[in-house]
């Protein structure tokens, strides 16, 4: 039996102690998830928190499908967690304000660390970021990110275009300080 699927065996039968290896093997995914969302670190542990504690309550629905599966299955509750947080919190909001910036090469994010990244993304206006998220990270179509937040696809593209395009400008400006 493969490390997660023992894992979720273990819960499923009841082991506390498979409870905290599956919480040391998913809490910094977790978290590095949760502060994609909301950039809060204290929001961001209460989102981990809850998002566990739904997994726990739910982890006797969950079907092992191969090695990866839970992961991915955490994942998910956990980035579902943060947009429940957001919506509770005061709604999505998303913004009609196009940044200003000329049109400009894809930067090249491999010299960038992956907390600098991180903490670009945390930065973008939320409905950029929340789009952004869910299209890169969480692999959703245009389609469906407006599904799951109520709003058009037209909407989602465009979000995610001018997300991109910030983000783009931040990297490079992040970079030319570097650089100085």
Same mark, same amino acid.
């Given at each position: 039996?493969?490390?997660?699927? &023992?894992?979720?065996?273990?819960? &499923?039968?009841?082991?506390?102690?498979?409870?905290?290896?599956?919480?040391?093997?998913? %809490?910094? !995914?977790?978290?590095?998830?949760?502060?994609?969302?909301? /950039? #809060?670190?204290? =929001?961001?542990?209460?989102?981990? &928190?809850?998002? *566990?504690?739904?997994?726990?309550?739910?982890?006797?629905? *969950?079907?092992?499908?191969?090695?990866?599966?839970?992961? +991915?299955?955490?994942?998910?509750?956990?980035?579902?967690?943060?947009?429940?947080?957001?919506?509770?919190? +005061?709604?999505?909001?998303? @913004?009609?304000?196009? /940044? =200003?910036?000329?049109?400009?090469?894809?930067?090249?994010?491999?010299?960038?660390? =992956? #907390? $600098?990244?991180?903490?670009?993304?945390?930065?973008?206006?939320?409905?950029?970021?929340?789009?952004?998220?869910?299209?890169? *990270?969480?692999?959703?179509?245009?389609?469906?990110?407006?599904?799951?937040?109520?709003?058009? /696809? %037209? @909407? +989602?593209?465009?979000?995610?275009?001018?997300? $991109?395009?910030? !983000?783009?400008?931040?990297?490079?400006?992040?970079?030319?300080?570097?650089?100085?």
């Amino acid at each position: 039996m493969k490390l997660e699927e &023992q894992i979720v065996h273990d819960i &499923q039968s009841g082991d506390r102690a498979a409870m905290r290896r599956l919480y040391d093997r998913c %809490s910094g !995914l977790a978290m590095a998830i949760a502060l994609r969302y909301v /950039p #809060d670190r204290d =929001d961001a542990c209460d989102i981990v &928190q809850d998002a *566990f504690v739904k997994a726990f309550q739910s982890i006797r629905q *969950f079907e092992y499908r191969g090695e990866g599966t839970l992961r +991915s299955w955490m994942s998910r509750i956990v980035a579902n967690e943060a947009l429940g947080f957001l919506r509770r919190r +005061s709604g999505l909001t998303f @913004t009609d304000d196009i /940044p =200003d910036c000329a049109e400009r090469e894809e930067p090249d994010i491999d010299q960038i660390s =992956d #907390d $600098k990244l991180t903490e670009l993304i945390a930065s973008l206006p939320e409905g950029y970021r929340v789009v952004l998220n869910l299209y890169v *990270f969480g692999g959703l179509s245009h389609k469906e990110i407006a599904k799951e937040l109520g709003i058009t /696809p %037209s @909407t +989602s593209a465009s979000q995610f275009f001018h997300a $991109k395009k910030m !983000l783009a400008r931040m990297i490079n400006d992040y970079r030319k300080k570097e650089i100085i």
